[in-house]
C-alpha cells in the first residue's frame, strides 16, 4: 500500500501505516463511505477528523452547478447556483453586508448604498444601454442611455426626448424650439432670432434647449435642456460670453449664435454661455431663456398687440393698459412737446407758448380769442395771415401790434409771405405749407422733397412750384420717398407744377405738361422715331462716325409751341458728323470731336419748319 491515501473531491488521509491490501480501513457500502479496523494510533488530534458521519448524494447534477446540502447529511446540485469558471451565476435574491465584484448584473438592486469605482478620463466603460458608472473627471454618476454617442450626467445635465420635425439633420449644438409633437414626443426644429414686427411670431416658444447630439431627419434624439454640450465650435467667442440666437437663416450650429443682442425688432432670446472657447472642443452652458413681451406680463389688459404710437397707462390694482388717450395732468420737465397737429386748448399760463417765436412751432391755420397777456414782443409771433385773426384781446402788448397785429376786431393789418422766391438749391420745410415757390434766377435750381422722418408734413399738404425764368427747376427726391408723377423733368420757362401729399413719403405731382419737361437719357444711336412730345432727350453715340436725327427722332411731333433739348455725347473715339434735312443753322452737318458733347435746340417757326440751332455744350 502507498503511505498516503488520496479520495477524489479533494479529501486527504496522509502518513498511513504500511497496510496491506487485505485490511480494510474505508469501504463503500450502498454509495456510502465508512470506515473499518482502523488501528489505534492511526488518528489522532481533536482536530484531524470530527463530526464523521455519511453524506448522501440525491439527483443528476449538471455540468457547473454548485452542490448544497439540502439537509444535514444530503448534497444535490442546485440548478439555480451555475458556475463557468469566471461568471457565478444566481437565480434569486442574494442577501450579504457587502459585494464586491467587477461585474454584477441583476435585475433588482437592493441595499443601503452602493459603492461605485471612480473612473478616470479614458477608462469609461463600453457603451451598453442601461449602463451605470461613476465618471471621476465630472464628478458624478454617468449614464448611458438609448444613443451610444451621449453620455447623461445625473444631476448636472437635464435631457428632453424629441422628434426631429425636418428633412434634415439637426447637428450637435443646434439650439431648437418645439412646435407640435409626435406621440409622446415633442416636434423640433432649429432656433432662430425672429422679427417679432412681422406678426406672425409665437410669443412663447422660441427655444427649449440644444441638441446634444446629431438628430437625424424625421429621427428621434435628446435636446439638452440645462447641462453642458460638449465638443462645439465656439472659437469665434470668449469664455463667458453669453450666447444670443442669430438672425437668418444660419448654415451651421455655430453660425446660430451671437455673443451681443440681435437689433430691434428681432426678438432677445439667451441660449446659455460659453464655457470653452475651441474650434473643435468647445462647451456651452445651456441655460435658456425666452424673450419677455408686454402680451406675456401679467397685470397687462387690452389686446395684446397694441397700435403704433400707444402708451402704458397705469390704470388701478397693478393693472395697465395701451391707449392713444391720456387722461389726468402730465408735466413736462426740461424738454418740448412736437406735434403735427393739436385739438384742445392751452389755457392757465403763457409758459407753454414761451419762447415759440419761430415759425416752425406753430402752423396757424386759425386763431380766435386769444386771452389778455397772452401774446407779448414783437418777436415772438410774426406772419399770422390776417383772414385767420379775430377777437384779440385789447390788452395785446403794443410791441405785438407793431408786428403786424391790430388792437382787436379783426381789423389787424399784418404782413405775412405765402411766396419763395428761390436763391440757390432748397430742400422743403414745414413752413413751405401752402406756398409759392418759384425760381426767377437764370441759374438751374433743385426744390428737394424731404422725408416724413425729417420733415413730418400732413397728408393733404399742398406745395405749388414755378419756373419763371430762363434757367431750370428740377424736382429732387430723398431716399424713400415715392412721388407719382413725372418726376425725372424739369420746368422750363412758366412751367408749373403742385405738391400733393397723399400719404407717409408719398405724394402726388400735377404738372402742366406742354412746360414740364421729362428727360430720357436713355437714347443712342441705335433708337429710331423716338416720340418728343414733352421730352427732353440725350444721346449716347458709341459707335459710327455719324448719325441723323431725322432717323433717331420722330420730327413731326414737335409741337408749334414747344422747343426741345437734345444732347449728343461723341464717345466713339473719332470726330462724329451730326446731320440733319430740316431747317437749321449749321449747314445740314455738325461735327462733335471724339469726346466731347453737344446741345442742340429743336422748335418751330412760324412757317411750320423745324428748327435745329446749335446751341453748344451744356454747361
Known amino acids: ?61 449538471l455540468n457547473n452547478q454548485l452542490a448544497v446540502f439540502t439537509d444535514s447529511n444530503t448534497i444535490e446540485g442546485d440548478s439555480n447556483l451555475v458556475w463557468d469558471g469566471s461568471k457565478l451565476a444566481i437565480n434569486g435574491l442574494i442577501s450579504a453586508s457587502s459585494i464586491t465584484a467587477n461585474s454584477v448584473t ?45 453620455t447623461l450626467q445625473v444631476g448636472q445635465e437635464f435631457y428632453i426626448k424629441a422628434k426631429n420635425g425636418t428633412l434634415s439633420t439637426i447637428l450637435n449644438g443646434t439650439p431648437v424650439r418645439i412646435s407640435g409633437s409626435n406621440g409622446q414626443n415633442p416636434v423640433i426644429y432649429p432656433a432662430v432670432a425672429e422679427d417679432h414686427s412681422a406678426g406672425n411670431v409665437s410669443f412663447e416658444n422660441h427655444i427649449i434647449g440644444i441638441a446634444t447630439h446629431d ?140 419762447n415759440a417765436h419761430t415759425s416752425s412751432y406753430v402752423e396757424w391755420t386759425g386763431v380766435n380769442n386769444i386771452p389778455s397777456g397772452l401774446i407779448s414782443g414783437s418777436s415772438q409771433i410774426t406772419n399770422l395771415p390776417t383772414s385767420s385773426i379775430s377777437n384779440f384781446d385789447t390788452a395785446v402788448s403794443a410791441s405785438a401790434a407793431t408786428a403786424g397785429f391790430g388792437s382787436g376786431g379783426g381789423s389787424s393789418t399784418a404782413e405775412y409771405s405765402n411766396i419763395l422766391n428761390l436763391t440757390g438749391s432748397y430742400t422743403l420745410q414745414l413752413t413751405d405749407v401752402n406756398k409759392y415757390i418759384r425760381n426767377t434766377s437764370s441759374s438751374s435750381y433743385t426744390v428737394t422733397v424731404p422725408s416724413s422722418s425729417t420733415q413730418a408734413f400732413n397728408v393733404g399738404t399742398i406745395i405749388n412750384l414755378a419756373n419763371r425764368s430762363t434757367g431750370t427747376l428740377l424736382i429732387g427726391i430723398t431716399t424713400g420717398v415715392n412721388i407719382n408723377g413725372e418726376v425725372a423733368g424739369s420746368f422750363d420757362i412758366n412751367g408749373m407744377a403742385t405738391l400733393v ?30 416720340d418728343l412730345t414733352n ?85
Open 215 to 354: 438628430i437625424n431627419g424625421n429621427g428621434i434624439g435628446f435636446v439638452t435642456e440645462k447641462g453642458l454640450i460638449n465638443e462645439i465650435n465656439t472659437s469665434a467667442f470668449s469664455a463667458g460670453d453669453i450666447l444670443y440666437l442669430q438672425t437668418g437663416s444660419p448654415a451651421t450650429p455655430e453660425a446660430h449664435y451671437r455673443n451681443t443682442p440681435p437689433p430691434f425688432p428681432y426678438d432677445i432670446v439667451q441660449a446659455g454661455y460659453v464655457v470653452k472657447s475651441h474650434s473643435s472642443e468647445g462647451i456651452i452652458a445651456v441655460d435658456p431663456k425666452e424673450p419677455i413681451h408686454f402680451g406675456n406680463i401679467s397685470g397687462l389688459s387690452g389686446s395684446l398687440i397694441p397700435d403704433v404710437g400707444d402708451l402704458w397707462i397705469y390704470q388701478a390694482n397693478n393693472a395697465w393698459t395701451h391707449t392713444k388717450t391720456l387722461s389726468g395732468s402730465y408735466v413736462i420737465s426740461d424738454g418740448s412737446l412736437t406735434a403735427n397737429s393739436f385739438t384742445g386748448s392751452l389755457f392757465g399760463t403763457s409758459s407753454y407758448a414761451l
Open 501 to 530: 401729399k397723399v400719404d407717409t413719403d408719398e405724394w402726388d405731382l400735377l404738372t402742366n405738361n406742354d412746360r414740364y419737361y421729362l428727360w430720357d437719357n436713355t437714347l443712342t444711336h441705335a433708337s429710331s422715331n423716338y
Open 106 to 150: 441583476a435585475s433588482v438592486f437592493s441595499g443601503s448604498y452602493f459603492d461605485f469605482d471612480p473612473l478616470p478620463d479614458g477608462s469609461e466603460p463600453v457603451w451598453k444601454e442601461g449602463r451605470v458608472f461613476y465618471s471621476a473627471e465630472n464628478g458624478s454618476l454617468s449614464v448611458y442611455n438609448s444613443e451610444s454617442d451621449i
Open 1 to 61: 500500500m502507498p503511505n498516503e491515501f488520496k479520495v477524489k473531491r479533494g479529501l486527504i488521509i496522509s502518513n498511513l501505516e504500511s497496510l496491506s491490501e487485505s485490511e480494510d480501513y474505508l469501504v463503500s457500502v450502498n454509495g456510502k463511505v465508512e470506515t473499518r479496523n482502523l488501528p489505534n494510533g492511526l488518528i489522532s488530534g481533536s482536530s484531524q477528523i470530527s463530526d464523521l458521519g455519511f453524506v448522501d448524494t440525491t439527483g443528476t447534477p
Open 535 to 619: 421730352k427732353h432727350v440725350k444721346i449716347t453715340v458709341s459707335s459710327g462716325t455719324s448719325i441723323s436725327l431725322d432717323s433717331i427722332l420722330d420730327l413731326t411731333k414737335v409741337a408749334s409751341t414747344s422747343e426741345h433739348k437734345v444732347q449728343v455725347v461723341n464717345s466713339t473715339g473719332v470726330n462724329l458728323s451730326v446731320t440733319t434735312a430740316q431747317k437749321n443753322n449749321f449747314a445740314g452737318t455738325y461735327t462733335i470731336s471724339s469726346g466731347s458733347q453737344t446741345k442742340f435746340i429743336i422748335d418751330k417757326d412760324g412757317d411750320n419748319a423745324i428748327n435745329i440751332g446749335n446751341a453748344g455744350v451744356y454747361a
